[in-house]
Each structure stands twice: as structure tokens, then as C-alpha cells.
């Protein structure tokens, strides 16, 4: 994620009108009103928790680590769907122009994008202990920014790794895809090809 670009204060400024432009262009080509509601607010707050330009959060790339974040996943999917629509509305309206939200409180962001990611971090994580180290040893975690941590609950332990914008990644194919590099089954299959027959 820390490829896709970030947001600047002009995207924030502008952001509330891209929103209703958005939640009033879902509801004209047939969105429910409570559907075209929800999924504007989906891309307000995935702006403000990621902090990335407009047009970026319209990428294939974003779509691909929202859809792959566990946010979306114990949310029924609500973000990549909320994503999927708003690259729609991107291909058709993303030059502009875009209504004006005159401050109604639906389309207004709540916190400025990259409020605190490093606030956001240090909540997720917390100091690793030997399973985490191990964890963190067998994902080949970068040693800056990165964490892992390991939850303890009734049901289970919960384990994620935690990228330095706060994003929890709880499979080892999504760390994978999320630092750029072949899943570790592909990575695998291609050392065998490459390697001499004997």
C-alpha cells in the first residue's frame, strides 16, 4: 500500500464533493439509497483510514488489497464492494466535475486523512514475543514498521501482520501481494522450474 499515492490537503478539501457526487451518481444508474449511502461512507472512511489519492483508491491495486484486508472480510465484504463501485464511478466521472456537498454532514470527513497511522500502528501492535519473532521470521517481515501480533481469545488466537499504515494482513499470500512479491507456493513452484534437472 505504501506504493499507491497518498492523499494531499487539496484530495480532503475536495473529498466531500467527490463523495455525494459519488452517492447521488450510484443512486441515478439504479443503487437502493440505503446501498448507495452505505458504500459512500465505505470510501469516505477508507479514505480516511488509508490516507490515498482519489483516483488510487480507484486502482486495481487498492480493490485488491481492500478486498484482501480482514476489515472487508469480517465486514461481508462491504469495503471491495464499496471500492468496486467507486472504480465504476471513477472511469465515468473521476475528471469531474463534482456536485458540491454544501456541508451536509453525510459527505464530511471525520478525520483528516494519515491522521495517525503511527498512532494507528502502535494500537495494533504491541511488544512481539517469541511466537510473534517466529511469525515474523517465517513471513520475512521487513524489520522497520512492521509487526505481528497474536491475540488470544476463546475461539482461537487471532495472528495478523501489521503493515506500518495499520492494515492487518492474516495470510501469508496477503503479506505476499501486500510487499510486492510472489505468494510463497509460487515462488516455490518457480525456484523448482528454474532448477537444473539432475
Not at 481492500?66 to 467507486?86: E, L, M, P
Not at 502502535?122 to 514498521?145: D, M, T, V
Request: positive net charge; glycine residues 6%; contains cysteine.
Amino acid at each position: 500500500m505504501d506504493a499507491i499515492p497518498e492523499a494531499t490537503d487539496e484530495d480532503a478539501e475536495l473529498m466531500p464533493n467527490i463523495i455525494c457526487t459519488f452517492h447521488r451518481w450510484m443512486v441515478k444508474n439504479g443503487r437502493r439509497e440505503s446501498t448507495a449511502k452505505t458504500y459512500a461512507r465505505q470510501v469516505l472512511v477508507l479514505f480516511e483510514e488509508d490516507g490515498k489519492t482519489p483516483a488510487s483508491m480507484a486502482s486495481q491495486e487498492y480493490f485488491a488489497i481492500t478486498k484482501a484486508s480482514f476489515k472487508n472480510k469480517s465486514g461481508n465484504s462491504q469495503r471491495s464492494a464499496s471500492v468496486k463501485c467507486f472504480m465504476d464511478f471513477w472511469k465515468e466521472r473521476g475528471n469531474g466535475p463534482f456536485d458540491d456537498a454544501k456541508g451536509d454532514k453525510v459527505y464530511q470527513l471525520k478525520t483528516r486523512p494519515s491522521r495517525s497511522k503511527a498512532a494507528d500502528h502502535a494500537a495494533l501492535s504491541a511488544p512481539e514475543n517469541e511466537e510473534a519473532r517466529r511469525l515474523r521470521a517465517e513471513l520475512e517481515l521487513p524489520s522497520e514498521g512492521w509487526s505481528v501480533v497474536v491475540r488470544s481469545r476463546e475461539s482461537g488466537d487471532l495472528i495478523a501482520a501489521v503493515s506500518p499504515g495499520g492494515t492487518s494482513y492474516h495470510t501469508r499470500e496477503a503479506v505476499d501481494r501486500r510487499l510486492g512479491r510472489l505468494p510463497a507456493a509460487a515462488a516455490g513452484a518457480a525456484t523448482a522450474a528454474a532448477a537444473p534437472a539432475t
